[in-house]
């Protein structure tokens, strides 16, 4: 609790009482940023050998930055069903991907290709600079969508190849 | 009235060959052109307009040269007209005036060392301490407003010069834009071997307990950016760019876990 204590000061998301992100002296985080990142939905890790587990790894050249999501979809709806994610990155960063993670539960995967960055950051308030997080996330939710269908065709070739 | 108007003339003439020759040179600020030709009190005193064309002329601290194709640059200081051929033109030695910022100096020049990647060591911080002893504007209290001025941009760009240089990341990016390669670092990184390298590395920095772990893991990853950084001399040097790109790539992520380290230490 003290641990988290001191991380939210050295991030300086200590302040509740935020005031209207403007550029300046004092530049606070949206509340919905703290709020994931008091409250973190879906951190963790899926199997990657699951053959119903998409996995998304994509990084951030200008910071650094890793994110991998993850998402479980039901073989015979299309529909994902869990997410999950863990990024190494900035508050924002790990704020978006949280975002993305709840926002694809429940989804068919076609239409979680039209999620936009866009939307992430507008939810999230994120300033200009950050809007590379946003991004990031997208382009996560697309890697573990693309990883999932291409799980699927191999697993697809095997099988039809077993059959014949 | 007649020699003023040729003197007027002959260096109009000097002023369109030298923007023909260089037409994306920053360095000629103003139009003198325009203001020789169209002030309006030049029949009235030819010469003292020549004069303060002149001057703003030198304002940018470079004097033309008819010869188009010749690299040697000239460089005049705006108090007391010195002409230096040095590279670095921030102070004249001669009336010990600070010269105003000159952007096409590039970091390499200010330390007197050829536009390459790899440094002899420990050349930077004496020639940075030299520098700061002439340009600093703690040095200049007494001195015109324009000089103090110049005294604080001088001295945060050799600042900034020798901030850029020392670190070999900040140095390999630098090397690459002097060239002219941008680096996108607006496009993703979807490298799998990469990116699961670093996550790894990330995760191992995030569960080391103690510090001795973590020392453990900083110099892994010390030695893992010194190796990238000669990969990079090397890609560099012969021209590889694009494998140059991703060198600078592994370089950041090392450069990022180093100080997830040195935060958690």
Known sequence: ?164 | MNKSKKLVASISTLLIRRRISHPSSSTLRCNPLAAISTNPQTDLNPVKTLAVSIRRLQFSGRAFSSESSDKRISSVCWNCGFSSDKAAFLFCDSCRSIQPVDDSVNYFQIFGLENKYELEGGSLEGKYKDWQKKLHPDLVHNKSQKERDYAADQSAKVTEACRTLTKRLSRAMYIMKLNGKNINEEETVTDPTLLMEMMELREAIAEADDSKELNQIQSQVQENLKQWSDSFADNFESQRFDEAVKCIRRMTYYEKACEEIVKKL
């Open chain 1, 1 to 164: 609790m003290m641990l988290r204590q001191a991380a939210k000061k050295a991030l300086g998301l200590t302040s509740r009482q935020s005031t209207p992100c403007s550029v300046g002296i004092s530049r606070s985080y949206h509340e919905n940023v703290i709020d994931h990142y008091d409250n973190p939905r879906n951190v963790g890790s899926f199997d990657k050998n699951d053959p119903s587990i998409g996995t998304g790894l994509v990084g951030a050249p200008a910071c650094g930055d890793v994110m991998k999501l993850q998402i479980k979809v039901d073989e015979k709806t299309g529909q994902i069903v869990d997410a999950r994610f863990k990024t190494f990155g900035c508050g924002s960063a790990i704020a978006s991907s949280s975002v993305a993670t709840e926002w694809v539960k429940g989804k068919a995967m076609e239409e979680v290709l039209t999620i936009k960055n866009t939307e992430i950051a507008k939810h999230l308030s994120l300033p200009p600079v950050k809007l590379h997080c946003s991004m990031l996330a997208e382009d996560a939710i697309k890697a573990a969508v693309k990883d999932y269908k291409e799980k699927r065709l191999k697993t697809n070739g095997v099988g039809e190849s077993s059959q014949a």
